[in-house]
């Protein structure tokens, strides 16, 4: 078999499934093993919404930042447990019904499937597993000991950066990214759109809507099987 | 003699232009233009339809109960049996025909008489190739409520040419094109297929051999080589890509039980108020005259997109003239009959200049834009090709049409034309670097696929086979020249030249062809074919 020549690159949250990172954290804040210990993490959540709503607007690098950090303390024996539920209860069933099918088709056409997404490594993993993609480009959290720091270990996988790890993603295996796919639902992911030759929308925000028609990127619907 | 008393009976078909003629009524787009064409210039006008079988549904009985080399219908049932019914789509007829379309009358009769047979295993497929999917609305349209109801969406769906379990190949033929058919319609016990011939190109070996394939089994014939090749591919006799397609069908038939119901139509396409369309302007009367003023003052006023909404509202008043059925070679030569009753227009000349209004629908743009690509099909694909024998303009000729050209394209049904026109285009319209360095590209695309298998796309691969379809066009015409674009880019993309007036392009035409250039203008629609045997 030939090694293929391309890669499709998909953005996870909102791309292949409904759900995104906030949705995982609320996850593993309402899993905190003690009735407490739950009210408190949930309760620091809620508060921290609105505030994180608005600096996912303003800036999403600053968000991940402070996102990340509402993971300080749990240990990894616990997220990653809490990883495997999290794809059964939350990811699997919020997959888009056309997902399945952009994916193979993508690999019909000869292209390694990689997920590219500014969410843990740990809690997409299962759900990359399911999907057969090929590599899984996620942020990793720094680990002491066993217990989060609530640091993720640079650089961020976010934005402008995510066309930085695929374009060294492509150096590495010899690919060329005129010749790569990439897929996003959201504005945001505009540099790893415009950095590959086939840029494709997928179930696109107002923004990148409007973006995909002016560029005359085609825009594919997965919401419908 | 005969050849003399056919050209008697048919002159009347063409109008030389006088110095007191009255102005002709030509498409551009959605809009109709009257224009002062020189005198001397020689207007081809349509045959008046042919009269409408008087009860189609007694018609398509005894069809199926006479058919042609092969047992009446009724004969090759048995109980039990698995029987897939094959269906043209929307891009039959043009635009689309009142209601019942003959499809539904087709299957009335069918269904019932497979019910009757304890025939229960029936699946109706539309046999869309490449083309996009019908929508929901459309499927219901062209079958009836009735049917649609019983059997859309688990036993009526459109043909997927890129679903990897639902097709089979059945080899190569002795030529090496490669022969795939719809899995379904291939492991039935039979193969009903429903046609609509619209124009001769339409129908016979084409139906399965194109409509149910894949991509791999177009490409087959369907590549710029062959098109070519083909002298016009309205006449199948003198056309590689029907050669081609004629093998790919014999080998389908060896492996396949196919029973063919071919129909054909009319060219009744105005009625009503527009029946001002089908007339001869020396015979307008007042009423009409006021009706084209009238019309032409409304659409002035409205946009491109309120005018395509209004045209693509009235469906067409089209006539059954034929039903034949049985075997594919001999039912298609019936039809082809008939569908040649209906469109030639005997000449014994060729042109230097003709002259053709490029109206508002296409095959590949109902209820959609008549993007830049498809006016290409249109002009060098389609219009061209309406010939048998010689073409109307001689090689070398100049071809001028009037379309606004605007640079419109639909992304829902036409996705992959865009990045075709746009990325591709500037580059090389060499339609053999087109195909060796894109096509495949394009044909794989997943997005492109994605939206072919799930939306209402075209086919990634389907611009390329629009472009290619205009290559005997461009490679016989010396000079296209477009009158009334909205914008130079596109007519240059497409390697035509500009005119802002009629007037302007025709004295561009003589540029080359002289002053003493013979003119001659192809008067649709409705369709008209020229046949020049001489």
Redesign the interface.
């Known amino acids: 078999m030939t090694t293929p020549q391309k890669a499709?690159f998909f953005d996870v949250d909102g791309t292949l499934v409904r759900t995104n990172i906030v949705h995982a954290f609320a996850y593993y804040a309402m899993n905190q093993g003690t009735i407490f210990g739950t009210a408190w993490q949930t309760a620091k959540t809620a508060a921290a919404a609105p505030f994180l709503w608005a600096l996912d607007k303003v800036n999403r690098k600053a968000f991940n930042e402070l996102f990340y950090g509402f993971y300080k303390g749990q240990t990894q024996d616990r997220l990653l447990t809490l990883a495997d539920e999290l794809f059964t209860d939350v990811l699997k069933p919020a997959l888009h019904p056309?997902t399945g099918?952009?994916l193979?088709?993508?690999r019909?056409?000869?292209?390694r499937v990689v997920l590219v997404t500014g969410a843990l490594d740990f809690t997409v993993r299962r759900l990359a597993d399911h999907l057969g993609a090929d590599d899984l480009i996620a942020n990793r959290m720094h680990f002491v000991d066993g217990v989060a720091t609530g640091r993720v270990i640079p650089p961020i996988v976010e934005g402008a950066h995510k066309a930085q790890v695929m374009r060294d993603y492509c150096v590495k295996r010899g690919l060329a990214l005129d010749r790569c796919?990439a897929?996003s639902d959201s504005f945001s992911d505009y540099p790893m759109l415009a950095v590959v030759g086939?840029p494709?929308a997928v179930n696109p925000d107002v923004r990148l809507r409007s973006v995909a028609?002016a560029y005359?990127w085609?825009?594919?619907?997965?919401t419908?099987? | 003699m005969e050849r003399l008393s056919r050209l008697y009976e048919q002159t009347e078909q063409i109008v030389t232009i006088d110095k007191d003629s009255a102005p002709r009524l030509m498409f551009s787009g959605e809009d109709l233009l009257l224009e002062d064409l020189p005198v001397g210039t020689r207007v081809i006008y349509p045959n008046p339809p042919i009269e409408g079988l008087p009860n189609v549904k007694a018609a398509i009985r005894w069809a199926i109960n006479h058919p042609e080399g092969c047992d009446p219908l009724h004969a090759l049932l048995r109980p039990g049996m698995k029987v897939t019914i094959a269906l043209d789509d929307i891009s039959l007829p043009l635009p689309p025909m009142r209601t019942p379309d003959v499809r539904q009358q087709v299957l009335e009769v069918v269904l019932e008489l497979l019910a009757d047979s304890g025939v229960d295993d029936v699946h109706l497929v539309i046999a869309i190739a490449l083309h996009r999917r019908m929508t929901e609305e459309e499927m219901k349209r062209m079958v009836g409520k009735k049917i649609f109801d019983a059997y859309y969406p688990d036993r009526y769906y459109n043909h997927d040419a890129e679903d990897p379990d639902g097709l089979v190949s059945l080899g190569t033929t002795r030529h090496g094109e490669k022969v795939v058919v719809n899995r379904r319609a291939a492991e039935s016990d039979l193969l009903v297929y429903v046609n609509l011939n619209l124009v001769p190109m339409d129908g016979g070996h084409k139906s399965v051999g194109t409509g149910l394939t894949n991509y791999a089994g177009v490409k087959a014939h369907h590549d710029p080589e062959t098109i070519r090749l083909s002298d016009s591919y309205m006449d199948p006799e003198r056309s590689e890509l029907h050669r081609r397609v004629d093998r790919v069908g014999k080998m389908i038939d060896q492996h396949l039980d196919v029973f063919h119901i071919e129909t054909t139509i009319n060219n009744r396409m105005f009625d009503g108020p527009l029946s001002f369309l089908m007339k001869k302007e020396d015979h307008f009367t007042e009423t009409d005259r006021l009706a084209v003023a009238a019309m032409r003052a409304g659409l002035q006023k409205l946009p491109r997109s309120a005018k395509r909404k209004i045209f693509q509202a009235v469906p067409a008043a089209y006539d059954v003239i034929a039903v034949h059925a049985g075997r594919t070679e001999p039912t298609h030569a019936r039809i082809l009959e008939a569908s040649w009753r209906q469109y030639a227009v005997d000449v014994d000349f060729q042109a230097d200049i003709g002259v053709m209004g490029i109206p508002f629908v296409s095959p590949y743009s109902v209820n959609s834009i008549l993007n830049p690509l498809l006016v290409q099909v249109m002009a060098c694909g389609y219009f061209f090709n309406f010939y048998r024998g010689r073409p109307l303009v001689k090689k070398g000729g100049t071809l001028i049409l009037t379309h606004p050209c605007s640079d419109e394209f639909d992304p829902d049904f036409h996705p992959s034309y865009i990045e075709f026109f746009h990325r591709l285009l500037p580059e090389t319209r060499d339609p053999f670097v087109l195909q060796e360095k894109y096509e495949k590209e394009f044909a794989e695309n997943p997005a492109y696929v994605h939206m072919y298998r799930t939306g209402h796309a075209y086919h990634g691969s389907h611009p390329f086979f629009m472009w290619y379809w205009g290559e005997n066009g461009r490679q016989h015409l010396g000079r296209i020249i477009a009158v009334g674009a909205d914008n130079e880019h596109v007519p240059r993309m497409l390697g035509w030249e500009s005119a802002e007036t009629l007037a302007d392009a025709i004295d561009m035409a003589r540029s080359t062809q002289g002053r003493g250039a013979e003119i001659a203008m192809l008067h649709h629609p409705p369709i008209v074919m020229t046949q020049n045997r001489g």
């Open positions: 499709a056309g099918r952009l193979d088709e993508t019909r056409a000869g292209c796919w897929f086939h494709t028609r005359e085609p825009i594919v619907d997965t419908q099987g």
